[in-house]
C-alpha cells in the first residue's frame, strides 16, 4: 500500500506562489500515475493536475492551467505541484493521489491512495 504525505500549504497573498510536495513511502512510486486535487468549503473535490508514471505526459484543469505545474521525481518518490499567481479562488485543502497503472497516459479520476491533505490559503 503507497501512502502519501503532502507539505507546502500555507498562506499567500494573491499573486504570490507555493510549491507542494506530495512524498511517497514505497519504492513502487514509479508505478502509479500521480495526481493533485483540491477542495475548497462547501464544494466538491475536484481535479486539478496529473502526471504519468514517467512524468512524460500532463493534464490540467482548465481553471489552473498555465499558472499550475505538475511534475515528479521517481529517484525520490515525490510529486511536486508548483502553484504561480495564486488566486483566493485558489483557497482549498489540496491532495494528492495515486493510481497504479500500467498505462504510460494520465488520468482525471480513479486513483487508489490518497494523502491527508494540505491548507492553502489565499489571501487578497
Known amino acids: 500500500q503507497e501512502q502519501l504525505v503532502e507539505s507546502g500549504g500555507g498562506l499567500v497573498q494573491a499573486g504570490g506562489s507555493l510549491r507542494l510536495s506530495c512524498a511517497a513511502s514505497?519504492?513502487?512510486?514509479?508505478?502509479?500515475?500521480m495526481g493533485w486535487f483540491r477542495q475548497a468549503p462547501g464544494k466538491e473535490r475536484e481535479f486539478i493536475a496529473a502526471?504519468?508514471?514517467?512524468?512524460?505526459?500532463?493534464t490540467y484543469a482548465d481553471s489552473v492551467k498555465g499558472r499550475f505545474t505538475i511534475s515528479r521525481n521517481n529517484v525520490m518518490y515525490t510529486a511536486f505541484l508548483q502553484m504561480n499567481s495564486l488566486k483566493p479562488e485558489d483557497t482549498a485543502v489540496y491532495y494528492c493521489?495515486?493510481?497504479?497503472?500500467?498505462?504510460?497516459?494520465?488520468?482525471?479520476?480513479?486513483?487508489?491512495?490518497w494523502g491527508q491533505g494540505t491548507q492553502v490559503t489565499v489571501a487578497s
Open positions: 502526471i504519468s508514471r514517467s512524468g512524460g505526459s500532463t
Open positions: 514505497g519504492r513502487t512510486f514509479s508505478n502509479y500515475a
Open positions: 493521489a495515486a493510481r497504479r497503472t500500467t498505462r504510460s497516459g494520465t488520468f482525471t479520476y480513479g486513483y487508489d491512495y
